[in-house]
């Protein structure tokens, strides 16, 4: 039944706060001084006393919002030492250029859960999470993990036009990077190649046809013939530009 929580005084021996299963939470004002919180549910309004401790924070939506659209339009300014993002939702749409800059400075860990449905997947352009790169200058490790819950596959050919670009935007950080659900769509490649041609320190990118998402229950898209064609695609597309050799392409479940 709670409705509001505030907690206006820091208390310096909570470590972590876990607000889960509040379906009536309108709004939520934090200055409590707990390094890390995890949220499941609606999206709420969120205030942060600054300068805040808070260095890790784990978000599941649970009505459909977008990733992007939350990161640079909800995330609260005053997270000035936000290390560990963890966001999980059903929608990823693109946002403007001025709401993206300087956003996530401190950000060294990212992690992204999102389900994209048959709805959805028409105003859906995963190369849109390429302003990542610019907005966080300083992450070290990416985890995209995708359930692409629609029935209209189609895996990238030559054929199918030339694959698009981005602007460059080197990137002097980011080493580690984990693709999961990739199931060959030419958006999910032609991120992926965005990422290589652009992470100038890149030590792995492990490429994942099966969705690693933390709702297996969800992952519909389990057909050895999208996983094939996954594989196909990062291994005719995304190894011939890996000139570093930092590419990885996953053939087992349970690799």
């Known amino acids: 039944m709670l409705t509001s929580l505030r907690i206006p005084h820091c208390l310096n021996r909570l470590k972590v706060l876990l607000v889960l299963s509040c379906p009536l939470l309108e709004d939520m004002t934090l200055d409590c001084g707990a390094p890390a919180l995890h949220y499941r549910g609606s999206l709420i309004p969120m205030e942060f006393a600054a300068p805040l401790k808070l ?4 978000v599941e939506l649970l009505p459909c919002h977008s990733a992007l659209g939350f990161i640079f339009n909800e995330l609260p300014a005053t997270l000035l030492r936000l290390e560990m993002l963890s966001l999980s939702c059903t929608q990823l749409e693109g946002v403007d250029s001025v709401s993206r800059l300087s956003k996530c400075r401190s950000l060294h860990h990212l992690i992204l859960n999102w389900t994209i449905s048959d709805s959805a997947r028409g105003t859906t352009d995963i190369l849109d999470l390429g302003c990542l790169l610019e907005a966080a200058p300083s992450m070290e490790k ?6 692409m ?4 596959h189609k895996r990238y050919r030559q054929e199918d036009g030339e694959l698009r670009s981005l602007p460059s935007c080197p990137h002097s950080h980011l080493s580690l990077v984990h693709i999961s659900g990739f199931i060959g769509e030419k958006d999910q490649l032609e991120l992926a190649l965005h990422i290589i041609h652009n992470a100038t320190v890149l030590e792995a990118l492990k490429i994942d046809p099966w969705p690693r998402t933390a709702n297996p229950v969800r992952a519909r898209v389990k057909s050895e013939n999208r996983l094939a064609n996954g594989r196909s695609v990062a291994l005719a597309f995304l190894c011939k530009d890996d000139h570093r050799s930092v590419v990885s392409v996953l053939e087992d479940v349970g690799e």
Do not use: Q, Y
């Open 142 to 147: 990416l985890e995209l993990h995708m359930v």
């Open 55 to 58: 260095t890790k924070l784990s």
């Open 149 to 152: 819950d629609h029935f209209l």
